[in-house]
Nanobody, 114 residues
């Protein structure tokens, strides 16, 4: 079992940036594809971006060109750099193993005001 702890959320204005961090509890982190997910109020959790164990990144269309996912396997940590934030990016953001999720953490709340 691996636990993930998300941090870095906050309240920002549209157009600003945030960098989220995802710390994993075990070094097996480096073996996993990792996904960043978000859940907006009243909506289902959805995948936003993923990164393979070798560093290949993929994004949903709504965040392409604005978000960048990365990882530092030496620190058992993944990141999500979010630029040009929009009000529709408002959500609780989670990270987890992309295929075969472990228990979900608390997430980190991102609120983007217009």
């Amino acid at each position: 079992q691996v636990q993930f702890v998300e941090s870095g959320g906050g309240l920002v204005q549209a157009g600003e940036s945030l960098r989220l961090s995802c710390a994993a509890s075990r070094s097996t982190f480096r073996m996993y594809d990792i996904g960043w997910y978000r859940q907006a109020p009243g909506k289902q959790r959805q995948l936003v971006a993923s990164i393979s164990s070798s560093g290949t990144a993929n994004y949903v269309d709504s965040v392409k060109g604005r978000f960048t996912i990365s990882r530092d396997n030496a620190k058992n940590t993944a990141y999500l750099q979010m630029n040009s934030l929009k009000p529709e990016d408002t959500a609780v953001y989670y990270c987890n193993r992309h295929f075969g999720a472990y228990a979900w953490g608390q997430g980190t709340l991102v609120t983007v005001s217009s």
